[in-house]
């Protein structure tokens, strides 16, 4: 049977590279309803919300060597930059569904 109803978290690996490395950040990303996700996107792209705070409401746990809280993502965002954009844009790509051969 087809489940429509999404875990409340699922598990997510995103490869970052720079700073003349890759490394593999490991998280497990909050379920958003599309609603929710929109609202946050929304209000992301009004200025309403800083960065280190989306990430905060997408993201339940990670494996870093700072916690998640907003010190530790204020931390992450200013020693690695562009790394709010590949967690919001990981999000995007994780929570969205696709037909998958057939």
Known sequence: MFKVKAPEVFDATLTIVGQGREQK??????HLLKDAYKALVDKLAG?????????LDMVAE???DVDLDTEGVELALQNQIGLDT?????????????????
């Not at 950040?25 to 909050?30: C, D, G, S, T």
């Not at 200025?47 to 990430?55: D, N, R, Y």
Request: charged share 20%.
């Open 25 to 30: 950040l490991k998280l497990k990303y909050r």
């Open 62 to 64: 990670w494996d870093a």
């Open 47 to 55: 200025g309403e919300l800083a960065p280190a705070q989306v990430i």
């Open 86 to 102: 590949a967690i919001i844009h990981g999000y995007a790509q994780a929570i969205q569904v696709a037909r998958k051969g057939n």
